[in-house]
């Protein structure tokens, strides 16, 4: 395990990062931060107070009433683009080992003061060079550039001649073709610019949003002409975890006849990034009428 620091946050595409250094051999890796978290990191480092304690400020204090204190915050895996993390908790002379989100271990570890570690193999797959002023927030920016550059850009293939992947990192157009893939369903807005080889059906959707029965129809419709005229078809979202998911799993449903639970396992089984927002589970349990409910889907959730 490599001890790191925090260098600073900041805000790239839309999206909030804390930069985290090694600073004896000169590398950073920035770690995507969201909800809550974003909040306490940034007010841990600003050094905002608020009136009310926050949830990490809490935790902390609920931990000291208990004779409970975090002896390191661990990042552990790096699987695709998703990084994976354990607090360890020291209670009665034990030492037990919490998950916990990459950015609320951030959180946590600042609001402790306790030592943040990342493996080695996850700091070299996701490192690279920290520039001289790595406090400036273009120093900040150009790690997160980088660290996008350098990941791969995963095409997995959920059934024959359908994938799925998010746009945000572009391949070489060569990685098409060399996979016979020539449409595409975009499902985020129209922010990538796709290779001429490709040819792209646009049928955005907000992530986290309840979809309109008619989007998902329209969505499955084209892949399924596609497929029955012999083309392979991309299913794209701007990251590859949501909206993608629930459009595979729609056609998986609709499409191919798939039972839900067995669509999920399947897809899972292939591209371990799958994960709808809760509201669009909810919109394919209410167009498809399916037999299940939400508190099934929660339970297969937890299987994973």
């Known amino acids: 395990m490599l001890e790191v620091q925090i260098a600073g946050f900041t805000k790239y595409d839309d999206?909030?990062?804390v930069i985290l250094v090694h600073?004896?051999?000169r590398r950073a890796m920035p770690v995507g931060v969201y909800g809550s978290s974003a909040w306490e990191i940034e007010a841990a480092i600003d050094g905002w107070r608020f009136l009310l304690p926050y949830t990490f400020e809490s935790v902390t204090h609920m931990l000291e009433a208990c004779g409970a204190a975090v002896e390191a915050v661990h990042i552990t895996e790096l699987a695709g683009d998703i990084l994976y993390a354990k607090a360890l908790l020291c209670a009665a002379d034990h030492t037990h080992e919490i998950a916990i989100r990459p950015n609320d271990a951030v959180a946590l570890a600042l609001r402790t003061g306790s030592p943040l570690r990342v493996s080695e193999a996850v700091f070299e797959q996701a490192c690279v060079p920290a520039p001289d002023k790595i406090l400036d927030d273009a120093g900040l920016v150009r790690i997160v550039e980088e660290n996008r550059r350098k990941q791969v850009f995963g095409l997995d293939e959920?059934?024959?001649?359908?994938?799925?992947?998010?746009?945000?990192?572009?391949?070489d157009p060569a990685a098409f073709k060399a996979l016979g893939i020539t449409h595409v369903l975009q499902l985020h807005r129209a922010n990538a610019t796709w290779p001429d080889c490709l040819e792209v059906f646009d049928n955005q959707l907000e992530d986290g949003e309840f979809a309109p029965k008619e989007r998902l129809a329209r969505g499955?419709?084209?892949?399924k002409a596609q497929r029955a005229a012999g083309n392979k078809v991309l299913i794209a979202c701007w990251e590859g975890i949501s909206r993608s998911s629930t459009f595979v799993l729609a056609y998986l449903v609709d499409g191919l006849g798939y039972d839900l639970r067995d669509a999920w396992?399947?897809?899972?089984?292939r591209h371990h990034k799958a994960w709808p927002a809760r509201e669009l589970w909810a919109s394919l349990l209410a167009h498809y009428d399916l037999p299940y409910t939400l508190s099934d889907v929660i339970q297969w959730l937890s299987e994973v």
């Open 265 to 269: 396992r399947l897809l899972r089984a």
């Open 15 to 17: 999206q909030r990062f």
């Open 158 to 171: 959920v059934v024959e001649g359908v994938y799925i992947s998010g746009a945000r990192r572009m391949p």
């Open 220 to 223: 499955v419709e084209f892949v």
């Open 23 to 25: 600073r004896a051999s």
